[in-house]
């Protein structure tokens, strides 16, 4: 059944025309756009309808008849099954030039604005590179038991995975023991997910579970963890339930480069790519050149990923962030890094912000990491004035593109650079890099 509630079994010959912001290939039948899953631009292929909507219809290939010479043959055996990344039928270098054209084609439509230059895309290798994510879980009987993986195309179904491409080495050996980990406890039926985490050391892995486990399935957690040389982690509720299935453990952390090493928690955000987040924080670095003389303002610092990099060249760093333990653990990674001109403070950048003490100092040079809503409530409430450069790391091209609209028209700023970044090689996601200067 369709959306709408339409049973949709047409099946027509379509030419692709161009590939839209979720990985999908556009096509035009009668006036209206079809996305079609699995499709290229300049490919002709056979397809099935699947859905079908007022403004557009959606289907899936069912065979290619005329290929695109980007097409290659991807390497997951669950590519169009899983949901993980719906690109790999697309060369990588063509994978992040669709993402470049997908944030100017959103820096001009939303925010009306085009960069004075296109920086050139930054990449890092395409496979193997996600340290941190959540495998879904779910027994399912008529399967042969229990599923881990990432959500099917279809987001009510878990896709059956025996392995992964895309996350790192060691958590692509892990799948297939720890389906059969879960499979072999007690509490199969009760834990939705587990996630997932690595920096320089070992592998930690988070049980969610919905009720209280058993000593035969704690003692099976236990052996996986030392056979796999894995910390375990429980988490019975929210967040802040969050234990280890044994004290003793070393903290987690990863060497940032510049004699900078960081230290976090199992549940905290760090980005999935490292070798793609070192390039990030250099080119930031160098888009903001900070001296000796500047007062920077680091938003959404989170555990200080730009915050103590730029404290090594400005003259002092002040780190906003809306989460209190990542705000705790930033300020303990700037003490042991001995970075005495790094601040930190905790404030919900959404909301009203007339009353915090950061507000009101005076800054040279701006630096924002928001999450996908973007950073539009925080700019209205900023005093902009001494600011000269901005440098905006955006995970959202529309939110990237609104926000660009706003310093650009409202404020007084000069859109000087924007570029792509394949922060996540084999998926439709872009994140984004742009630097304004005052005008």
């Known amino acids: 059944m369709a959306r709408g509630g339409v049973k949709a079994k047409r099946e027509y010959e379509l030419d692709i025309v161009d590939l839209s912001h979720d990985g999908r290939g556009v096509a035009r039948v009668e006036g209206k756009t079809v996305f079609v899953s699995g499709a290229l631009p300049g490919e002709r292929v056979r397809a099935q309808q699947t859905g079908r909507n007022r403004h557009f219809d959606e289907a899936r290939t069912l065979e ?31 994978q992040i030039e669709a993402k470049q054209c997908t944030l100017t084609e959103n820096l001009q439509r939303i925010g009306h604005v085009q960069p004075e230059s296109v920086l050139p895309a930054m990449v890092s290798e395409p496979w193997g590179y996600r340290r941190k994510g959540r495998f879904s879980v779910r027994y399912v009987e008529k399967k042969g038991g229990v599923l881990v993986g990432f959500r099917e195309t279809d987001p009510r179904f878990v896709a059956q995975l025996a392995g992964c491409r895309t996350v790192v080495p060691t958590v692509d050996a892990l799948i297939v023991p720890l389906t059969e980990l879960i499979g072999a406890m007690q509490a199969k039926r ?12 070992p592998v930690a892995l988070v049980f969610r579970h919905l009720a209280p486990l058993a000593a035969d399935d704690l ?48 549940l905290d955000f760090i980005q999935v790519n490292a070798a793609l987040n070192r390039r ?43 989460d209190h333990g990542l705000v705790a653990r930033a300020k303990a990674n700037a003490e042991r890094n001995g970075m005495t001109n790094a601040e930190f403070f905790a404030a919900d950048l959404t909301q009203d912000l007339s009353a915090q003490l950061w507000k009101g100092q005076r800054f040279s040079k701006l630096l924002l990491d928001p999450p996908r809503a973007g950073a539009i409530e925080v700019l209205k409430q900023l005093d902009l004035r001494g600011v000269g450069r901005i440098v905006y790391v955006s995970c959202h091209p529309a939110s ?13 700023y000069r859109l000087v650079a924007a570029g792509a970044m394949d922060m996540f090689p084999q998926t439709a996601h872009v994140e984004s890099i742009a630097v304004f200067e005052a005008v």
């Open 64 to 94: 290619v008849l005329q290929a695109s010479p980007d097409r290659v043959v991807p390497e997951c055996p669950h590519f169009g099954v899983c949901s993980g990344c719906v690109l790999q039928h697309l060369a990588p270098a063509r």
């Open 190 to 201: 009760e834990i939705p997910q587990v996630e997932f985490i690595q920096g320089d050391g």
């Open 219 to 266: 003692a099976l957690l236990q052996a996986f963890g030392d056979a796999h040389g894995a910390q375990i982690f429980l988490q019975p509720g929210g967040v802040h339930t969050l234990h280890p299935l044994r004290d003793g453990y070393p903290e987690l952390g990863f060497d940032l480069g510049e004699d900078i090493r960081f230290t976090f928690r199992p």
């Open 280 to 322: 990030m924080i250099d080119k930031a670095i160098e888009l903001l050149a900070p001296t000796a003389d500047d007062v920077i303002l680091d938003l959404f610092c989170g555990l200080g990923n730009f915050t103590l990099p730029l404290a090594k060249h400005a003259g002092q760093v002040v780190g906003v962030e809306g």
């Open 400 to 412: 990237l593109a609104r926000d660009a609209g706003y310093l650009v028209q409202e404020r007084g």
